[in-house]
């Protein structure tokens, strides 16, 4: 494939959020890859001793044991001893996912294992890992340049006939928008007389866009569901149709292979959401809203008043948190009717009474326990450990409006007050805050931790850009500096070297286990099993 393809493909398909190279989630690739800026290298979280020093062009993360490198214009494998594992001979190289790791020479991509051996040819235009059911596919591109489905082996799983294929995936999880439903595949007639699909996508590849042509839909078993014409997004399948077909597929295991949905079951009980629901879902758990002598709302659990009927205004209030704590679960169930709304048992749903008058108004417990005023104040997000609100400031002066975010446990009592501009629970007891601080000319961006308690851990204004390493608990990556930086200043100096530290936190105190300079640490590319953490490094002779 010439690369005015290559580039019109990438264009469009980024336009419609779909890749089209070999891409892996995590991998992270140089922007100058002959070296002549900078070079990339890898610290190592568990030891500081066995990092490797940045002396490679281009670098992806560290998967199973091992990371793609650049080196003297071809990429290889090296081990965490920095050792090369795999020779460099690939024009691009991708981290190992389920011991396999997609590889390319020319334009072409194929498929290596952990001994360097090809497993898929490489004669694919396009790869892209597919996990369906706890299985690994390839969304491939074959020399056809249409797309199919092949399996770690190279055994084509869905013949090479699409135009597109656009997997049912949520962007915030690996999960699936339907339990039952995997993909969806388009197919569009080729006029051969204008020549290959490649060449006609060559000189307009707006017209092969994913909307337009017959619309197959596949269950997790790969047997093909049914089928629509479309000619825009608006009448191709819609979700509603969609979550039919799921729920029929949910409620009839038995259906065959090529069998075609013609109809649709009855819908699962949803989790509620409207006021409606959560009225009926309230009283089927024992509590109900109760009118007064004088038109005011209460609350009663199983005939026992919980609120009087004393408010103008009554509703429930809910708010999710992902996998709490076993001591969380056991305060929550108690007093906020807390339970898991889905079979996996990680989100678990907790509920409140809102009540007052239109002037003002307050979070109670389930219990009747008064938590926290919401005037001027909105919940947002909630831990094991409390939950953040929000409160809204209009500048008048600056015609601007400033959100602030303070912190309270369940019982009700303020942990931080709303002065800080982020507050993010990392752990069950640990909070990272950003505040910011105006200068004379300039605004300053303090970053901190807190226990849940309201202990502070990490102190404001001596590190900035604190964050956690992900799925590696009490340790965070940060910037240290000599002066402490303003916004403008910060923004300047993003392509230049900077100082690093990695803080251990132990309780409600932290250590620096490990400090290096570099451009930039690639924190999503961590890999938790050799401790490796990615990152670039400006090269000192272009420094200046």
């Known amino acids: 494939m010439n690369t005015p393809i290559k580039c019109s493909l990438t ?3 980024s336009a419609l959020g779909i890749s089209v190279s070999a891409q892996n989630d995590g991998s992270w690739l140089a922007t100058y890859e002959n070296c002549t800026e900078y070079t990339y290298g890898f610290i190592n979280i568990q030891d500081p001793t066995r990092g490797i020093d940045p002396e490679y062009c281009a670098a992806n993360t560290f998967s199973e044991g091992l990371a793609a490198v650049k080196m003297g214009g071809k990429w290889g494998f090296i081990n965490a001893s920095n050792q090369v594992v795999i020779d460099f001979q690939y024009d691009h190289a991708y981290h190992f996912n389920a011991g396999n ?11 290596i294992n952990q001994e360097g051996t090809l497993v898929v040819p490489i004669h694919y235009y396009e790869l892209r890992p597919y996990e369906l059911e706890g299985k690994w596919y390839y969304i491939s591109r074959d020399t056809t340049f249409f797309q199919g489905i092949i399996d770690t082996s190279g055994k084509e799983i869905v013949p090479h006939q699409y135009t597109y294929i656009i997997p049912f995936e949520g962007n915030l999880s690996k999960g699936r928008f339907y339990n039952n439903i ?16 490649m060449e006609q996508f060559e000189d307009n590849p707006f017209e092969f866009t994913p909307e337009n042509g017959r619309h197959d839909i596949y269950d997790t078993r790969f047997n093909k569901l049914a089928s629509k014409i ?29 069998q075609e949905i013609t109809e649709s079951g009855p819908t699962p009980e949803k989790f509620p959401v409207s006021e ?25 659990k199983a005939g026992k008043i919980i609120l009087t009927a004393e408010f103008d205004i009554l509703k429930w209030w809910i708010m999710t948190l992902s996998s709490p704590s076993k001591a969380a679960v056991s305060y929550l169930e108690k007093h906020y009717a807390g339970r898991y709304r889905d079979n996996e048992e990680r ?27 919401l005037e001027n104040k909105m919940p947002e997000q909630a831990s094991s ?15 601007r409006t400033k959100y602030h975010f303070g912190f309270v446990n369940w019982e009700g009592q303020q942990v931080l007050p709303p002065i800080y501009t982020r507050i993010q629970p990392v752990s069950d007891d640990q ?43 009490n340790l965070y990556l940060a910037e240290r500096h000599g002066s402490y930086p303003t916004i403008a200043e910060q923004k300047t100096k993003t392509a230049e070297n900077k100082q690093f530290v990695l803080l251990e936190v132990k309780g409600t105190t932290y250590s620096i286990k490990d400090q290096f300079t570099a451009t930039m640490v690639y924190t999503g590319g961590l890999d938790p099993l050799t401790g490796m953490l990615g990152y670039k490094v400006k090269k000192e002779n272009n420094s200046g």
């Not at 790791?101 to 498929?111: D, E, L």
């Not at 995997?182 to 699909?197: C, H, M, N, Q, V």
């Not at 409606?276 to 009663?300: C, N, P, Q, R, S």
């Not at 910011?436 to 102190?459: L, M, N, Q, R």
């Open 101 to 111: 790791a997609i590889v390319q020479q020319g334009n072409f991509y194929g498929v």
């Open 230 to 258: 479309s000619t825009s997004y608006s009448d191709g399948f819609d979700h509603s149709e969609l979550t039919d077909i799921d729920n029929y597929l949910e409620n009839h295991k038995e259906i065959g292979i090529g």
């Open 276 to 300: 409606a629901e959560l009225d009926t879902f309230m009283v089927k758990i024992g509590y109900e809203k109760f009118t007064g002598h004088d038109g005011k709302t209460g609350v009663k």
């Open 11 to 13: 264009f469009l398909l």
């Open 431 to 473: 909070l990272l805050v950003e505040r910011e601080i105006e200068k004379a000319e300039d605004v300053e961006v303090h970053s901190a931790v807190y226990s849940a308690s309201g202990t502070i851990i990490i102190p404001e204004g001596v590190f900035s850009g604190i964050e956690p390493l992900a799925k590696i608990p």
């Open 182 to 197: 995997s993909f969806s595949a388009t197919y569009r007639e080729i006029d051969p007389a204008k020549g290959s699909f």
């Open 385 to 399: 450990a409390g939950f953040t609100y929000r409160t809204i400031e209009r500048d008048t002066i600056r015609q």
């Open 347 to 373: 989100i678990y749903a907790v509920f409140g009474i809102a009540a007052g008058d239109r002037e003002k108004g307050t979070l109670y417990t389930m219990k009747g326990n008064e938590v926290i005023a």
